[in-house]
């Protein structure tokens, strides 16, 4: 299983950028898949999670209705547009995956629950 993020760099704030992550030899279509970011010195976050059976989606409170978290099932890709950005949303994002299919992993952000990970893709904004 490979994940591969892409889209990452950097913005002033109010800006926008879209990232992306591709999946390679996993099944995509019952699983939940999530952008995660780790700022230095920080825990590692779950930003947003998307429920790939029904598109279901589920953000933190502090990025709802800055980001949207989607899928293309036919590209095996997931995707985070990230609008009105802000400096504290400078981080590392990563992309995730559950292992084992089926809802159980609804609603979640916890780190614990994705077992797949991408190497990330650094995301800074500047005031």
């Known amino acids: 299983v490979q994940l591969v993020e892409s889209g990452g760099g950097s913005v002033q704030a109010g800006g926008s950028l879209r990232l992306s992550c591709a999946a390679s030899?996993?099944?995509?279509?019952?699983?939940?898949m999530s952008w995660f970011r780790q700022a230095p010195g920080k825990e590692r976050e779950g930003v947003a999670s998307?429920?790939?059976?029904?598109?279901?989606?589920w953000y933190v409170d502090s990025v709802k209705g800055r980001f949207t978290i989607s899928q293309d099932n036919a590209k095996n890709t997931v995707y985070l547009q990230m609008s009105s950005l802000k400096p504290e949303d400078t981080a590392m994002y990563y992309c995730?995956?559950?292992?084992?299919?089926?809802?159980?992993?609804?609603?979640?952000?916890?780190?614990?629950?994705?077992?797949?990970w991408g190497q990330g893709t650094q995301v800074t904004v500047s005031s």
């Open positions: 995730a995956a559950t292992v084992a299919p089926g809802s159980w992993c609804y609603g979640s952000l916890d780190r614990r629950d994705f077992g797949y």
């Open positions: 030899g996993y099944t995509y279509s019952s699983n939940c």
């Open positions: 998307i429920y790939t059976g029904d598109s279901s989606t």
